[in-house]
């Protein structure tokens, strides 16, 4: 099945800098790939999701880069703020819409005024 | 516009006793998913219920069952707790073969 593997664990940066969260999956049949954002005592909260047949999208300060061929995917915070922080999720679903969704561990991210 | 609503959202239980949890989906969504996550982990799914059906299920045991109700609510229940069953139960609600999820807050289920 499905293994969806996240790094870093925890990442800490100044407030205003860039943070990167890197995922790499193992079914090349995946082809929907949400990120979430968990703020404590919260459910994720999707922030930004990418289709297979899709390299980047961008959401103001949050984008979200493809390699199919790789079999990774990437979410990058620009200009980070304090309020960035949280735990962030990446997830890989099957090629059919409503399958379930397969998450990473998750990443830390400590942003820093 | 009421999103997803979970309760309880905390209870306590002891080892071998039986749960039900509750999960009223988002106002227009219809079908119901079920995840587990463990402290520090991320959300491992249980299963699925459209039009009162299971419709797809991870890797979990029997213990673990669900119900979906006609007006699209869902429980999902678990017997003979084991301490290992401990963590945030979340209910996701979406429109059928749709991408779109939204998570509710959770259960914190505690076994001792």
């Known amino acids: 099945g499905e293994n969806v593997e996240q790094h870093p664990s925890t990442l800490s940066v100044q407030e205003g800098d860039s943070a990167v969260i890197k995922c790499t999956y193992s079914d090349s049949a995946s082809n929907y790939f949400p990120w979430y954002k968990q703020e404590l005592g919260k459910g994720p909260q999707l922030i930004i999701d990418?289709?297979?047949?899709?390299g980047e999208k961008k959401d103001q300060r949050i984008a979200v880069t493809l390699n199919k061929t790789a079999k990774h995917f990437s979410l990058h915070i620009t200009e980070t703020q304090p309020e960035d922080s949280a735990v962030y999720f990446c997830a890989a679903s099957l090629n059919q819409a409503g399958t379930a969704l397969i998450f990473g561990k998750g990443t830390t991210l400590s942003v820093s005024s | 516009d009421a999103g997803v609503t979970q309760s309880p959202t905390h209870l306590i239980k002891t080892r071998g006793q039986q749960v039900t949890l509750r999960c009223s989906p988002k106002?227009?969504?219809?079908?119901v998913s079920w995840y587990q996550q463990a402290l520090g982990q991320g959300p491992q799914f249980i299963f699925q219920y459209y039009e009162e059906e299971e419709r797809q299920r991870g890797n979990f045991p029997d213990r673990f069952s669900g119900h979906q109700f006609p007006n699209y609510s869902s429980e999902l229940n678990v017997n003979a707790l084991l301490l290992g069953d401990s963590a945030l139960y979340l209910c996701?609600?979406?429109?059928?073969?749709?991408?779109?999820?939204?998570f509710g807050s959770g259960t914190r289920l505690t076994v001792v």
């Open positions: 106002s227009g969504h219809d079908t």
């Open positions: 996701a609600s979406s429109l059928v073969d749709s991408y779109g999820y939204t």
């Open positions: 990418i289709r297979s047949n899709v």
